[in-house]
Protein backbone atom coordinates (compact mmCIF):
# COMPACT_ATOMS: atom_id res chain seq x y z
CA UNK A 1 0.00 0.00 0.00
CA UNK A 2 1.75 3.40 -1.07
CA UNK A 3 1.53 5.87 1.89
CA UNK A 4 -0.83 8.49 2.07
CA UNK A 5 -3.13 10.89 4.24
CA UNK A 6 -6.58 10.73 5.45
CA UNK A 7 -8.30 13.80 5.84
CA UNK A 8 -11.79 13.00 7.39
CA UNK A 9 -14.55 15.66 7.34
CA UNK A 10 -16.89 15.65 10.04
CA UNK A 11 -14.10 13.90 12.37
CA UNK A 12 -15.99 14.98 15.47
CA UNK A 13 -19.50 13.11 14.62
CA UNK A 14 -20.87 9.77 15.20
CA UNK A 15 -20.33 7.85 12.72
CA UNK A 16 -16.39 8.38 12.93
CA UNK A 17 -16.81 7.44 16.47
CA UNK A 18 -18.51 4.29 16.29
CA UNK A 19 -17.29 2.78 13.23
CA UNK A 20 -14.37 4.62 11.67
CA UNK A 21 -11.91 5.10 14.73
CA UNK A 22 -12.15 1.38 15.52
CA UNK A 23 -11.84 0.55 12.51
CA UNK A 24 -8.57 2.18 11.43
CA UNK A 25 -7.41 0.63 15.04
CA UNK A 26 -7.75 -2.44 14.31
CA UNK A 27 -6.36 -2.64 10.99
CA UNK A 28 -3.40 -0.53 12.48
CA UNK A 29 -3.18 -4.02 15.09
CA UNK A 30 -3.36 -5.85 12.49
CA UNK A 31 -0.76 -4.10 10.21
CA UNK A 32 -2.87 -3.59 7.54
CA UNK A 33 -2.00 0.15 7.29
CA UNK A 34 0.79 2.26 5.45
CA UNK A 35 3.24 3.62 7.75
CA UNK A 36 3.87 5.93 9.23
CA UNK A 37 0.06 6.62 9.27
CA UNK A 38 -0.97 10.67 9.13
CA UNK A 39 -4.84 11.08 9.58
CA UNK A 40 -5.69 14.58 9.85
CA UNK A 41 -9.36 15.32 11.33
CA UNK A 42 -11.71 18.00 10.58
CA UNK A 43 -14.74 19.50 11.90
CA UNK A 44 -16.38 22.85 12.64
CA UNK A 45 -15.41 22.65 16.29
CA UNK A 46 -12.47 24.50 18.27
CA UNK A 47 -10.85 21.57 19.36
CA UNK A 48 -6.89 21.19 20.05
CA UNK A 49 -5.11 17.98 18.60
CA UNK A 50 -4.84 16.72 22.24
CA UNK A 51 -8.73 16.96 22.59
CA UNK A 52 -9.14 14.95 19.28
CA UNK A 53 -6.82 12.20 20.53
CA UNK A 54 -9.30 11.80 23.70
CA UNK A 55 -11.62 12.03 21.72
CA UNK A 56 -10.59 8.93 18.85
CA UNK A 57 -8.81 7.34 22.50
CA UNK A 58 -12.48 7.16 23.93
CA UNK A 59 -14.48 5.90 20.68
CA UNK A 60 -11.73 2.96 21.02
CA UNK A 61 -12.46 2.22 24.42
CA UNK A 62 -15.99 2.33 23.48
CA UNK A 63 -16.69 0.79 20.16
CA UNK A 64 -14.05 -1.22 19.43
CA UNK A 65 -14.19 -4.88 18.80
CA UNK A 66 -10.77 -5.07 20.34
CA UNK A 67 -10.13 -2.48 23.62
CA UNK A 68 -6.67 -0.90 23.35
CA UNK A 69 -4.75 -3.27 25.69
CA UNK A 70 -1.58 -2.43 24.60
CA UNK A 71 -0.47 1.31 25.76
CA UNK A 72 2.49 1.74 23.35
CA UNK A 73 0.31 0.59 20.32
CA UNK A 74 -2.33 2.75 21.13
CA UNK A 75 0.26 5.93 21.70
CA UNK A 76 1.58 5.40 18.37
CA UNK A 77 -1.92 5.25 16.75
CA UNK A 78 -2.97 8.29 18.41
CA UNK A 79 0.21 9.85 17.48
CA UNK A 80 -0.88 9.87 14.14
CA UNK A 81 -3.94 11.96 14.50
CA UNK A 82 -3.76 15.86 14.00
CA UNK A 83 -7.01 18.33 13.88
CA UNK A 84 -7.95 20.80 12.04
CA UNK A 85 -10.79 23.19 12.50
CA UNK A 86 -12.95 24.07 9.10
CA UNK A 87 -15.74 25.67 8.17
CA UNK A 88 -17.23 23.59 5.18
CA UNK A 89 -17.82 27.09 3.06
CA UNK A 90 -14.42 28.69 3.82
CA UNK A 91 -11.44 28.84 1.51
CA UNK A 92 -9.10 30.06 3.66
CA UNK A 93 -9.96 26.89 5.63
CA UNK A 94 -9.23 24.78 2.81
CA UNK A 95 -5.58 26.64 2.27
CA UNK A 96 -5.00 26.49 5.60
CA UNK A 97 -5.88 22.15 5.90
CA UNK A 98 -3.75 21.99 2.52
CA UNK A 99 -0.73 23.33 4.80
CA UNK A 100 -1.34 21.17 7.59
CA UNK A 101 -1.19 18.34 5.11
CA UNK A 102 1.95 19.03 3.40
CA UNK A 103 3.40 19.96 6.48
CA UNK A 104 2.87 16.06 7.44
CA UNK A 105 4.00 14.70 4.43
CA UNK A 106 7.03 16.56 4.84
CA UNK A 107 8.02 15.77 8.36
CA UNK A 108 6.81 11.70 7.93
CA UNK A 109 8.21 11.52 4.46
CA UNK A 110 4.85 10.67 3.05
CA UNK A 111 3.85 10.39 -0.82
CA UNK A 112 1.22 12.94 -1.51
CA UNK A 113 -1.32 10.56 -1.92
CA UNK A 114 -4.75 11.74 -0.60
CA UNK A 115 -8.08 10.33 0.48
CA UNK A 116 -10.53 12.65 1.23
CA UNK A 117 -12.98 10.49 3.37
CA UNK A 118 -16.55 12.99 3.91
CA UNK A 119 -18.36 11.30 6.67
CA UNK A 120 -20.99 14.42 6.71
CA UNK A 121 -24.34 14.72 5.47
CA UNK A 122 -24.77 14.53 1.91
CA UNK A 123 -26.02 18.30 1.75
CA UNK A 124 -22.29 19.01 1.98
CA UNK A 125 -21.03 16.75 -0.37
CA UNK A 126 -20.66 19.19 -3.80
CA UNK A 127 -19.27 22.12 -1.41
CA UNK A 128 -16.43 19.68 -0.75
CA UNK A 129 -15.83 18.19 -3.71
CA UNK A 130 -15.82 21.19 -5.24
CA UNK A 131 -13.58 23.15 -3.10
CA UNK A 132 -10.83 20.47 -3.00
CA UNK A 133 -11.03 20.94 -6.23
CA UNK A 134 -10.73 24.69 -6.29
CA UNK A 135 -7.70 25.18 -3.56
CA UNK A 136 -5.71 22.09 -5.23
CA UNK A 137 -6.33 19.85 -2.68
CA UNK A 138 -5.38 16.96 -4.58
CA UNK A 139 -1.41 16.93 -5.76
CA UNK A 140 -0.81 16.24 -9.34
CA UNK A 141 2.56 13.72 -8.05
CA UNK A 142 0.03 11.45 -6.24
CA UNK A 143 -3.32 9.96 -5.86
CA UNK A 144 -6.43 11.78 -4.90
CA UNK A 145 -9.74 9.59 -3.99
CA UNK A 146 -12.97 10.55 -2.24
CA UNK A 147 -15.01 8.23 0.26
CA UNK A 148 -18.57 9.13 0.53
CA UNK A 149 -21.17 7.38 2.62
CA UNK A 150 -25.36 7.11 1.63
CA UNK A 151 -27.41 8.12 0.99
CA UNK A 152 -26.33 9.11 -2.78
CA UNK A 153 -29.01 11.40 -3.55
CA UNK A 154 -33.02 11.31 -2.50
CA UNK A 155 -34.39 10.03 -5.49
CA UNK A 156 -32.96 9.33 -9.31
CA UNK A 157 -32.57 12.93 -10.02
CA UNK A 158 -30.88 14.58 -6.88
CA UNK A 159 -29.03 11.37 -7.40
CA UNK A 160 -28.10 12.40 -11.07
CA UNK A 161 -27.26 15.97 -9.92
CA UNK A 162 -25.02 15.20 -7.04
CA UNK A 163 -23.06 12.39 -9.97
CA UNK A 164 -22.38 15.59 -12.25
CA UNK A 165 -21.25 18.07 -9.43
CA UNK A 166 -19.10 15.67 -8.10
CA UNK A 167 -17.65 14.46 -11.08
CA UNK A 168 -16.27 17.73 -12.18
CA UNK A 169 -13.66 17.48 -9.25
CA UNK A 170 -13.22 13.23 -9.32
CA UNK A 171 -13.21 11.00 -11.77
CA UNK A 172 -15.28 7.81 -11.06
CA UNK A 173 -12.11 5.47 -10.34
CA UNK A 174 -11.30 8.05 -7.94
CA UNK A 175 -14.70 8.06 -6.04
CA UNK A 176 -15.67 5.27 -3.11
CA UNK A 177 -19.46 5.16 -2.34
CA UNK A 178 -19.38 3.23 0.55
CA UNK A 179 -22.77 0.28 0.95
CA UNK A 180 -21.21 -1.07 4.74
CA UNK A 181 -23.08 -3.95 3.53
CA UNK A 182 -20.83 -4.68 1.05
CA UNK A 183 -18.52 -4.54 3.14
CA UNK A 184 -19.81 -7.74 5.40
CA UNK A 185 -17.35 -10.79 5.34
CA UNK A 186 -19.87 -13.04 3.83
CA UNK A 187 -21.40 -10.54 0.99
CA UNK A 188 -17.30 -10.71 0.16
CA UNK A 189 -16.86 -14.02 0.34
CA UNK A 190 -19.59 -15.06 -1.96
CA UNK A 191 -17.43 -14.45 -5.45
CA UNK A 192 -14.64 -16.74 -3.55
CA UNK A 193 -17.32 -19.44 -2.46
CA UNK A 194 -18.42 -19.77 -6.18
CA UNK A 195 -15.04 -19.75 -7.69
CA UNK A 196 -13.86 -22.33 -5.11
CA UNK A 197 -16.68 -24.89 -5.48
CA UNK A 198 -18.15 -25.54 -8.79
CA UNK A 199 -20.97 -27.71 -7.19
CA UNK A 200 -22.26 -24.65 -5.87
CA UNK A 201 -21.48 -22.31 -9.08
CA UNK A 202 -23.78 -25.14 -10.73
CA UNK A 203 -26.81 -24.87 -8.80
CA UNK A 204 -26.66 -21.35 -8.76
CA UNK A 205 -29.50 -20.38 -11.90
CA UNK A 206 -33.33 -21.50 -12.70
CA UNK A 207 -32.36 -25.44 -13.19
CA UNK A 208 -32.08 -25.76 -9.51
CA UNK A 209 -33.08 -22.45 -7.75
CA UNK A 210 -36.67 -21.94 -6.90
CA UNK A 211 -36.58 -18.68 -5.53
CA UNK A 212 -33.86 -16.22 -3.44
CA UNK A 213 -35.16 -14.24 -0.50
CA UNK A 214 -33.47 -11.54 1.21
CA UNK A 215 -34.06 -10.62 4.62
CA UNK A 216 -32.96 -7.14 6.70
CA UNK A 217 -35.11 -6.90 9.88
CA UNK A 218 -34.52 -4.56 13.16
CA UNK A 219 -35.52 -4.41 16.29
CA UNK A 220 -35.12 -0.85 16.91
CA UNK A 221 -37.30 1.67 15.67
CA UNK A 222 -36.66 5.42 14.36
CA UNK A 223 -34.79 6.08 17.40
CA UNK A 224 -32.86 9.93 17.39
CA UNK A 225 -33.54 10.25 13.73
CA UNK A 226 -37.11 11.01 13.11
CA UNK A 227 -35.68 14.25 10.98
CA UNK A 228 -33.90 12.37 8.66
CA UNK A 229 -36.18 9.00 8.49
CA UNK A 230 -39.16 9.96 8.14
CA UNK A 231 -38.11 11.25 5.05
CA UNK A 232 -36.69 8.56 3.31
CA UNK A 233 -38.47 5.49 5.26
CA UNK A 234 -37.50 2.27 4.43
CA UNK A 235 -36.98 2.31 0.47
CA UNK A 236 -34.37 4.64 0.60
CA UNK A 237 -32.65 3.92 4.13
CA UNK A 238 -32.34 0.16 3.21
CA UNK A 239 -34.21 -1.24 0.22
CA UNK A 240 -32.45 1.40 -2.73
CA UNK A 241 -28.93 0.76 -1.25
CA UNK A 242 -28.30 -2.15 0.42
CA UNK A 243 -30.97 -4.56 -0.24
CA UNK A 244 -30.64 -4.07 -3.94
CA UNK A 245 -26.73 -4.38 -3.72
CA UNK A 246 -27.24 -7.63 -1.52
CA UNK A 247 -29.59 -8.81 -5.00
CA UNK A 248 -26.75 -8.10 -7.09
CA UNK A 249 -23.97 -9.92 -5.25
CA UNK A 250 -25.87 -12.44 -4.83
CA UNK A 251 -27.52 -12.88 -8.73
CA UNK A 252 -24.33 -11.95 -10.19
CA UNK A 253 -22.45 -14.81 -12.39
CA UNK A 254 -18.85 -14.30 -12.70
CA UNK A 255 -16.73 -16.20 -15.85
CA UNK A 256 -14.46 -18.40 -14.49
CA UNK A 257 -11.45 -16.51 -15.07
CA UNK A 258 -11.99 -12.60 -13.70
CA UNK A 259 -9.48 -10.93 -16.20
CA UNK A 260 -7.98 -8.39 -14.43
CA UNK A 261 -9.44 -5.71 -16.68
CA UNK A 262 -9.44 -2.05 -16.01
CA UNK A 263 -12.82 -1.96 -15.71
CA UNK A 264 -13.98 -4.09 -12.51
CA UNK A 265 -15.66 -7.06 -14.06
CA UNK A 266 -17.70 -7.46 -10.81
CA UNK A 267 -18.91 -4.19 -11.36
CA UNK A 268 -19.70 -5.29 -15.12
CA UNK A 269 -21.75 -8.17 -14.06
CA UNK A 270 -24.23 -6.16 -11.60
CA UNK A 271 -24.78 -3.92 -14.10
CA UNK A 272 -26.06 -6.89 -15.99
CA UNK A 273 -28.39 -7.60 -13.22
CA UNK A 274 -30.19 -4.55 -13.01
CA UNK A 275 -30.41 -3.96 -16.05
CA UNK A 276 -32.29 -6.92 -16.37
CA UNK A 277 -34.47 -6.39 -13.69
CA UNK A 278 -38.42 -6.21 -15.03
CA UNK A 279 -38.89 -2.37 -14.43
CA UNK A 280 -41.59 -1.00 -11.86
CA UNK A 281 -44.65 0.94 -13.13
CA UNK A 282 -46.09 3.07 -10.74
CA UNK A 283 -49.47 2.07 -11.61
CA UNK A 284 -49.08 -1.63 -10.76
CA UNK A 285 -45.81 -1.35 -7.82
CA UNK A 286 -48.60 -2.50 -5.25
CA UNK A 287 -48.73 -5.77 -7.25
CA UNK A 288 -45.24 -6.28 -6.02
CA UNK A 289 -44.52 -4.05 -3.47
CA UNK A 290 -45.52 -3.30 0.39
CA UNK A 291 -45.43 -0.38 2.21
CA UNK A 292 -45.75 -1.06 6.14
CA UNK A 293 -45.75 1.04 9.03
CA UNK A 294 -45.42 -0.39 12.57
CA UNK A 295 -48.09 0.07 14.97
CA UNK A 296 -47.46 -0.42 19.00
CA UNK A 297 -46.49 -3.80 19.80
CA UNK A 298 -44.01 -5.55 21.75
CA UNK A 299 -40.58 -6.02 20.72
CA UNK A 300 -38.68 -8.95 22.66
CA UNK A 301 -40.96 -8.87 25.66
CA UNK A 302 -40.85 -4.97 25.47
CA UNK A 303 -44.11 -2.71 25.08
CA UNK A 304 -42.69 -0.07 22.55
CA UNK A 305 -44.37 2.57 20.67
CA UNK A 306 -46.16 2.66 17.43
CA UNK A 307 -44.32 5.07 14.64
CA UNK A 308 -46.65 7.76 14.48
CA UNK A 309 -46.35 7.96 18.13
CA UNK A 310 -42.49 8.35 18.00
CA UNK A 311 -40.91 11.35 19.21
CA UNK A 312 -40.30 13.84 16.14
CA UNK A 313 -43.03 11.89 14.10
CA UNK A 314 -46.19 13.28 13.01
CA UNK A 315 -49.54 11.40 13.78
CA UNK A 316 -50.75 11.47 9.80
CA UNK A 317 -47.02 10.37 9.10
CA UNK A 318 -47.52 7.90 5.83
CA UNK A 319 -43.72 7.10 5.98
CA UNK A 320 -42.93 3.59 5.44
CA UNK A 321 -40.92 1.82 8.19
CA UNK A 322 -41.06 -1.98 6.15
CA UNK A 323 -41.00 -2.69 2.50
CA UNK A 324 -41.06 -6.39 0.96
CA UNK A 325 -40.79 -6.28 -3.14
CA UNK A 326 -40.79 -9.04 -5.32
CA UNK A 327 -38.22 -8.87 -8.01
CA UNK A 328 -37.47 -10.63 -11.69
CA UNK A 329 -34.51 -11.04 -13.17
CA UNK A 330 -35.10 -11.27 -16.75
CA UNK A 331 -31.99 -13.51 -18.26
CA UNK A 332 -31.58 -17.10 -19.36
CA UNK A 333 -30.24 -17.59 -15.67
CA UNK A 334 -32.90 -16.09 -13.64
CA UNK A 335 -35.53 -16.38 -15.87
CA UNK A 336 -38.64 -17.73 -13.41
CA UNK A 337 -36.71 -17.34 -10.27
CA UNK A 338 -38.27 -14.74 -8.05
CA UNK A 339 -36.72 -12.62 -6.10
CA UNK A 340 -38.00 -11.54 -2.82
CA UNK A 341 -36.89 -8.55 -0.54
CA UNK A 342 -38.15 -7.02 2.57
CA UNK A 343 -36.51 -4.76 5.44
CA UNK A 344 -37.88 -3.35 8.13
CA UNK A 345 -37.79 -1.64 11.88
CA UNK A 346 -39.12 -2.99 14.70
CA UNK A 347 -39.61 -6.62 13.64
CA UNK A 348 -39.14 -9.65 15.37
CA UNK A 349 -35.45 -9.52 15.52
CA UNK A 350 -32.23 -8.55 14.34
CA UNK A 351 -31.67 -10.55 10.87
CA UNK A 352 -30.01 -9.78 7.97
CA UNK A 353 -29.90 -13.11 5.69
CA UNK A 354 -29.95 -14.37 2.20
CA UNK A 355 -32.11 -17.90 1.86
CA UNK A 356 -31.58 -19.71 -1.66
CA UNK A 357 -34.39 -22.10 -1.65
CA UNK A 358 -33.73 -24.76 -4.18
CA UNK A 359 -36.47 -27.18 -6.19
CA UNK A 360 -37.75 -30.43 -5.58
CA UNK A 361 -37.22 -32.34 -8.46
CA UNK A 362 -40.08 -35.03 -8.68
CA UNK A 363 -37.99 -38.07 -8.28
CA UNK A 364 -36.86 -36.22 -4.85
CA UNK A 365 -40.80 -35.81 -3.76
CA UNK A 366 -41.39 -39.57 -4.65
CA UNK A 367 -38.46 -40.77 -2.72
CA UNK A 368 -39.11 -38.83 0.91
CA UNK A 369 -41.96 -39.51 2.84
CA UNK A 370 -44.66 -36.70 3.07
CA UNK A 371 -43.74 -34.73 6.15
CA UNK A 372 -39.97 -35.17 5.51
CA UNK A 373 -40.85 -32.75 2.20
CA UNK A 374 -38.59 -29.88 3.43
CA UNK A 375 -36.40 -28.06 0.44
CA UNK A 376 -32.74 -28.20 0.89
CA UNK A 377 -31.77 -24.75 1.35
CA UNK A 378 -28.34 -22.21 1.57
CA UNK A 379 -28.31 -19.80 3.83
CA UNK A 380 -25.71 -16.53 3.89
CA UNK A 381 -26.11 -15.57 7.54
CA UNK A 382 -25.22 -11.76 8.09
CA UNK A 383 -26.28 -10.91 11.10
CA UNK A 384 -26.84 -11.84 14.28
CA UNK A 385 -23.81 -14.22 13.45
CA UNK A 386 -21.98 -14.78 10.25
CA UNK A 387 -21.56 -18.15 8.35
CA UNK A 388 -23.16 -20.06 5.02
CA UNK A 389 -24.73 -23.36 5.94
CA UNK A 390 -26.29 -25.57 3.52
CA UNK A 391 -29.36 -27.71 4.92
CA UNK A 392 -29.47 -30.69 3.10
CA UNK A 393 -32.07 -34.40 3.70
CA UNK A 394 -30.88 -36.54 6.17
CA UNK A 395 -31.71 -39.96 6.29
CA UNK A 396 -33.65 -40.99 9.63
CA UNK A 397 -33.07 -44.47 10.99
CA UNK A 398 -35.82 -44.50 13.27
CA UNK A 399 -38.66 -43.92 11.24
CA UNK A 400 -36.68 -45.48 8.19
CA UNK A 401 -37.67 -44.40 4.79
CA UNK A 402 -38.11 -40.49 6.56
CA UNK A 403 -35.89 -37.36 5.91
CA UNK A 404 -35.03 -34.60 8.36
CA UNK A 405 -33.02 -31.47 7.09
CA UNK A 406 -28.83 -31.68 8.61
CA UNK A 407 -27.11 -28.56 8.56
CA UNK A 408 -23.79 -28.33 6.73
CA UNK A 409 -22.02 -25.63 8.36
CA UNK A 410 -18.88 -24.29 5.53
CA UNK A 411 -15.82 -23.24 7.78
CA UNK A 412 -14.60 -20.77 5.27
CA UNK A 413 -18.24 -19.03 6.52
CA UNK A 414 -17.32 -18.30 9.65
CA UNK A 415 -16.40 -14.62 10.64
CA UNK A 416 -13.09 -13.78 11.94
CA UNK A 417 -15.36 -10.83 14.26
CA UNK A 418 -13.93 -8.07 11.58
CA UNK A 419 -16.33 -5.25 10.74
CA UNK A 420 -17.35 -4.32 7.36
CA UNK A 421 -16.02 -0.80 8.00
CA UNK A 422 -11.99 -2.67 8.41
CA UNK A 423 -12.92 -4.25 4.81
CA UNK A 424 -13.85 -0.71 3.20
CA UNK A 425 -11.70 1.27 4.42
CA UNK A 426 -8.56 -0.67 3.65
CA UNK A 427 -9.94 -1.28 -0.11
CA UNK A 428 -10.07 2.28 -0.42
CA UNK A 429 -6.70 2.71 0.70
CA UNK A 430 -5.19 0.05 -1.61
CA UNK A 431 -7.67 1.35 -4.33
CA UNK A 432 -9.89 -1.86 -4.53
CA UNK A 433 -13.31 -0.52 -6.19
CA UNK A 434 -14.71 -4.12 -6.29
CA UNK A 435 -16.88 -3.46 -3.17
CA UNK A 436 -18.48 -0.03 -3.48
CA UNK A 437 -21.23 1.43 -5.00
CA UNK A 438 -20.24 2.10 -8.95
CA UNK A 439 -22.21 5.03 -10.39
CA UNK A 440 -24.24 2.78 -12.64
CA UNK A 441 -25.64 0.87 -10.55
CA UNK A 442 -26.61 3.75 -7.88
CA UNK A 443 -28.31 5.16 -11.14
CA UNK A 444 -29.86 2.07 -11.79
CA UNK A 445 -30.91 0.70 -8.39
CA UNK A 446 -32.67 4.60 -8.46
CA UNK A 447 -34.43 4.08 -11.86
CA UNK A 448 -35.87 0.80 -10.67
CA UNK A 449 -36.78 2.30 -7.48
CA UNK A 450 -38.61 5.75 -8.39
CA UNK A 451 -42.00 4.21 -9.77
CA UNK A 452 -42.38 3.30 -6.20
CA UNK A 453 -41.25 6.52 -4.64
CA UNK A 454 -43.67 8.19 -6.95
CA UNK A 455 -46.27 5.23 -6.16
CA UNK A 456 -46.09 6.20 -2.88
CA UNK A 457 -46.43 9.81 -3.17
CA UNK A 458 -49.61 9.85 -4.65
CA UNK A 459 -50.78 7.19 -2.21
CA UNK A 460 -51.18 4.44 -4.83
CA UNK A 461 -49.78 1.50 -2.72
CA UNK A 462 -51.50 1.12 0.61
CA UNK A 463 -49.42 1.47 3.99
CA UNK A 464 -50.15 -1.64 5.91
CA UNK A 465 -49.61 -1.96 9.44
CA UNK A 466 -47.69 -3.98 11.45
CA UNK A 467 -47.68 -4.49 15.34
CA UNK A 468 -44.22 -3.64 16.54
CA UNK A 469 -42.36 -7.29 17.12
CA UNK A 470 -43.90 -8.93 14.25
CA UNK A 471 -42.08 -10.61 11.01
CA UNK A 472 -43.77 -7.39 9.10
CA UNK A 473 -47.51 -6.82 7.57
CA UNK A 474 -49.50 -10.09 6.42
CA UNK A 475 -49.77 -8.52 3.15
CA UNK A 476 -45.74 -9.71 2.94
CA UNK A 477 -46.24 -12.82 3.66
CA UNK A 478 -49.05 -13.18 0.91
CA UNK A 479 -46.78 -11.92 -1.68
CA UNK A 480 -44.78 -15.30 -1.48
CA UNK A 481 -47.85 -17.36 -0.59
CA UNK A 482 -49.53 -15.95 -4.06
CA UNK A 483 -46.34 -18.21 -5.64
CA UNK A 484 -46.56 -21.02 -3.27
CA UNK A 485 -43.22 -19.75 -0.88
CA UNK A 486 -42.81 -18.89 2.39
CA UNK A 487 -40.41 -16.93 3.93
CA UNK A 488 -38.18 -19.02 5.95
CA UNK A 489 -36.68 -18.57 9.70
CA UNK A 490 -39.85 -16.47 10.70
CA UNK A 491 -40.47 -18.45 14.08
C1 LIG B 1 -28.04 2.04 7.81
C2 LIG B 1 -29.43 2.59 7.94
O1 LIG B 1 -27.52 2.30 6.52
O2 LIG B 1 -28.06 0.64 8.03
C3 LIG B 1 -29.99 2.28 9.30
O3 LIG B 1 -29.40 4.01 7.74
C4 LIG B 1 -29.91 0.81 9.60
O4 LIG B 1 -31.34 2.73 9.42
C5 LIG B 1 -28.51 0.27 9.33
O5 LIG B 1 -30.24 0.61 10.97
C6 LIG B 1 -28.48 -1.25 9.43
O6 LIG B 1 -27.17 -1.71 9.34
P1 LIG B 1 -26.74 -3.11 9.95
O7 LIG B 1 -25.32 -3.29 9.53
O8 LIG B 1 -26.91 -2.99 11.44
O9 LIG B 1 -27.66 -4.14 9.38
Known amino acids: MDSHTLVLFGATGDLAKRKIYPALFNLFIDRKLALPLSVIGLGRR ?224 KKRVMKSLEPLHKHSAAAGIIRGQYKEGSVQGKPVAGYTSEPGITPESMNDTFIAARLQINDSDWEGVPFYIRTGKRMMDKSTRIVVEFKEEAAQLAATAEKSKAPNLLVLEMSPGEGITLQFKGPTFEPAGEFSPIQVELPEGRGDGREAYENLIHDALQGDPTFFAHWDEVELSWEWVQPILDAYEENMVPLQLYAAGSCGPAESDALLAKDGFHWWFDD
Open 46 to 269: EWSDETFKKNVEQSLREFSRRAPQDEEALQAFLEAFRYCTLDIGKKEDYQKLLKLIEHREGELGLEPNRLFYLSVGPEYFETIAAQIQDNGLGSDEGWKRLVIEKPFGHDLKSARVLNEKLSVAFAESEIFRIDHYLGKPVVQKLEALHQANPEIKALWSNRKVANVQITASETVGVEERAGYYDHVGAVRDMFQNHMLQLLMMVAIHLPDKVSADEVNEVHLH
